[in-house]
């Protein structure tokens, strides 16, 4: 719990601390660090900015959870359930502020220059995620129903392997060699990485158990997101049940209910598209694991660097 | 507009842009620029820290009104009303990245070493700013009934004197000087005409006109926020009045009818609680232009001095 605030009034720094003390993967801080071990750095170089990545994680997910009407996050009910919206909204909030303290907090050993350098890049990441999250935002509002992969790729780029993938990767070398990175292969290896582990997770979203993955199953579908099964059964239906699909997505999610989820799942096992979706995940992952052999050629064999590589198996393995 | 990103997916640098396209006072931006002036500097100097100050106003306001449940702001509907809690969440959360974007951009016209005090001022701002919110949030989760007026003062500072008026003219005189400001009597000026300008704000709450305020009137009462008025009340009513009021509070504000508003509206006028806070508005005023007064001694006597002492009649004789 290093980096979190403590006192304060209550309902607070407080909750602040709820969610990443419940039992998370901590995957953006290990490969932040990882990253910046496998470019010649150390660990105590990365770990401000491996702290900051987990609260601005954090604070995403509760608002998140939020923005989406989730009601469970990592097995627990969801903080603006227990909460109300007025309080979670605060407490993202937080969060992002003592992810931003943390950050500026590594002058003592990055130096000045080295920190502005990270400053910059958690503002070109939190620019990238927000754009991210209003397209799948406005996808929903506008109901829309013409999107091809190319959208949904472009969107999971912004709003997934910015934050979770290239940026910890990018921040570690950074923090590492002090330098600004210019490896357009190091982006393309997060780009492919994150949107297998996206379709993991919409896949989860569907197919998993409550246990291990600690939300509630079926949520996409209430929420109408425009996951890529959700985007080839709209393509590959027929005109008639693209009526009807038109009809259900864009009713509040409220009154999206049982029957209608219902509905969806038979049309998404009509058309193959959860199989769809599996497939194109295990292609990304195979891009994956080929552009980060590439990009990190120069960096030599070791445990790191294993770490590194073998996300992208478990990105397409994991359950939760 | 200046400083407005453009371009970026539908429905987020749009609404970005929503709200400070509204009329507005412009308030904070003018007390910074005005103090950087009084302290000896330029306007260019304080432009950035003054069009991020209106930005992160503004980001507060989106999530404010989302979390007061508002339904009008300056005349026209809420960003949430219009396009719900997810896109309003993020619009508050674009606006404020855009604040601290604008205050990354200082560098080239006040130099990395300013720049950054300017930084840590505004990340302190925030966290009082967040505090404050919490506190008030947490009175209206908790029903607290038993609050005193120092209470409100306390929470008054952190959740609008700070950004509001200290913040602004720390900025303005750090800016001009290139120094930290240590002027104890600058905040306690800024804390009394905070507190004045926030009485005045739950007057008009109750007794303004919808035309010029442009938020619905009562939302207070229906919100069942701890205004100066409301902790006067609780603490002058009966017992049982008390009990009456414990209860009506407790109530979540959707189940607060118009029924209940009229019974705190009769209480609050039995025992005079508009007076009361309306004459504790006026001694902060008085108080604050003493404070004013001997803070900015040293300052000459010019058009800028004469904005910032005059702030004092402004928030108390304001009806907007």
Redesign the interface.
Known sequence: MRGLPSG?????YDLVKAYPARDSKGLRAALCIASCRAFGGSTAQALNSAVALELFHNGFLV?DD???GSLFRRGESTLHTR?????A??V???T??QA??TL?DNGEILG?RTT?LV??EA?RM??HT??G???E??W???NACELRDRDYLQMCLKKTCWYSFIHPMRVGAIVATGARLDSERLCRFGWYLGAAFQIQDDLLNLEGHFQAYGKEIDGDLVEGKRTLMLIHLLQKCSRREKAQLRTMLGAASARRSATNVARLRRLLKKYDSLDYARRCGRQLAGAAFVEGLAALRDVPDGADKAFILGTVAFVVGRDR
């Open positions: 304060g009034p209550p309902h607070l608002h939020l923005q989406d909460y109300g919206n007025a309080i909204v605060n993202g909030n937080a992002h502020l931003l303290r500026m000045p502005w400053m910059e503002e939190l620019r927000l754009e999250q209003a397209i935002l406005g929903i509002f506008d």
